[in-house]
């Protein structure tokens, strides 16, 4: 059966083998369901790829999970722009790509699933880029990075004088250049959920931002993360390893689960970290 031009034609192969002419017969048709185009979203239309990260973040608080969007870029690019950049841009916004990217002149297009998750507030001339390990469900619920109850790290980042305005990424970012990103996009109860190789995968693609908006330096928030993914025998300061060619500190995480380091110490860790980038 073939089905064109809403008709459905029927070829019996068996009555044309056996020499007659009329071997065929004509339904009114479409023959199978067509496949209903998903709604689709144009974003950064004559501006530079690097105002995309926060164009996808709009995009992403707006929609429920699970809802499955087209997305064009019409970015007017940037150095390196096209479809491993989208395809980065898309996890980092806490999206899932359904199949792969398309191309159309410098145009990009992707199919993507909204996933319950954080996604990146960055952008060029960051002071300071944070790297978490995974979304908490309350910090993907909220849109606030740390913001689980018992969580030091925003009363860290306040008392070290990175932000002014409590859980506001936002206005961390707009004002004091503190950017936020996760190796992980997927969001679970515990970091410890997380596989290793998920990771790894995460930190390849961290990599790649960092290299394309040159934060003045990394904060890494998780010593045990980072003993996984780039050196299992760090100790928390600043590392021998860059990321993207960009500095690196790294500091014990900040959850209450952490017994070991103390308010204080989270907040000397941020504040050393913060002198790093003003060093670079």
């Keep these: 059966m073939f089905a064109a031009g809403g ?3 029927l070829i019996d192969t068996s009555t044309l083998d056996a020499g007659y002419p009329i ?6 048709g479409p023959a199978y369901p067509r496949r ?3 709604p689709l979203h144009v974003l950064g239309v004559g501006r530079s790829d690097t105002d995309l990260p926060l164009l996808l973040a709009d995009l992403h608080a707006v929609l429920d999970a699970g809802t499955r969007v087209a997305l064009r870029f019409e970015t007017a690019g940037g150095e390196g722009w096209g479809p ?14 359904i199949g792969g990217t398309r191309t159309d002149g410098r145009a990009v297009e992707v199919d993507v699933e909204h996933q319950r998750s954080l996604p990146d507030t960055v952008a060029p001339e960051m002071r300071l880029l944070v790297v978490g390990l995974n979304p908490s469900p309350t910090s993907a619920d909220s ?9 030091r790290f925003w009363p860290a980042v306040l008392a070290a004088g990175l932000a002014s305005v409590d859980r506001d990424p936002r206005h961390a970012l707009a004002h004091h250049g503190l950017g936020m990103t996760d190796l992980v996009r997927r969001t679970t109860a515990r ?5 290793p190789d998920e990771f790894r995968d995460g930190f390849a693609r961290v990599e790649r931002l960092c290299a394309w908006l040159r934060p003045q330096a990394i904060c890494f928030v998780g010593l045990g993360g980072w003993r996984i993914v780039a050196d299992r025998k760090a100790v928390a300061g600043v590392q021998d390893r860059t990321l993207g060619g960009v500095p ?5 995480h900040t959850s209450g689960l952490n017994a070991h380091s103390r308010l204080d110490d989270l907040t000397a860790h941020l504040r050393a970290a913060g002198e790093l980038a003003d060093s670079a």
């Design 7 to 9: 008709v459905a034609l």
């Design 23 to 28: 071997a065929c017969h004509l339904f009114p």
């Design 36 to 38: 209903v185009p998903l």
């Design 84 to 97: 491993d950049r989208a395809s980065d841009l898309v996890v980092g916004a806490g999206f899932v790509a």
């Design 143 to 151: 849109g606030v990075g740390y913001h689980r109850p018992g969580n």
């Design 191 to 195: 970091a410890d959920e997380v596989a």
């Design 248 to 252: 690196v500190y790294v500091m014990p």
